[in-house]
Nanobody
Framework: QVQLVESGGGLVQPGGSLRLSCAASGSFADINAMDWYRQAPGKQRELVAYITRGGSTNYADSVKGRFTISLDNAKSTVYLQMNSLKPEDTAVYFC??????????????WGQGTQVTVSS
């Protein structure tokens, strides 16, 4: 059983910063990639950023230059540093992990979500 535990959400003023964390624990052999998604009210869930075990990253155009994703492989933890936050960044942010089991098969896991609200 694998668990993803997210933390770091909250209320911040426009222009402020937050750092989200997501720690994977349980029975898995290795990480293939970890991602952050977000879902705003009435909108579809969208990919915000992803990072591979090797450190390759990709970002949604709307967050490029403002958000930074990083991965601590030793701690099985992915971070999302969010700077220059805008009201349109308000959403529930979800962590996703693409993990290998002991047989080399990949499995997809989701965190419970953490609310980020950007408002004055």
């Amino acid at each position: 059983q694998v668990q993803l535990v997210e933390s770091g959400g909250g209320l911040v003023q426009p222009g402020g910063s937050l750092r989200l964390s997501c720690a994977a624990s349980g029975s898995f052999a290795d990480i293939n990639a970890m991602d952050w998604y977000r879902q705003a009210p009435g909108k579809q869930r969208e990919l915000v950023a992803y990072i591979t075990r090797g450190g390759s990253t990709n970002y949604a155009d709307s967050v490029k230059g403002r958000f930074t994703i990083s991965l601590d492989n030793a701690k099985s933890t992915v971070y999302l540093q969010m700077n220059s936050l805008k009201p349109e960044d308000t959403a529930v942010y979800f962590c996703n992990a693409d993990l290998y089991d002991g047989l080399g098969h990949r499995h997809d896991y989701w965190g419970q979500g953490t609310q980020v609200t950007v408002s004055s």
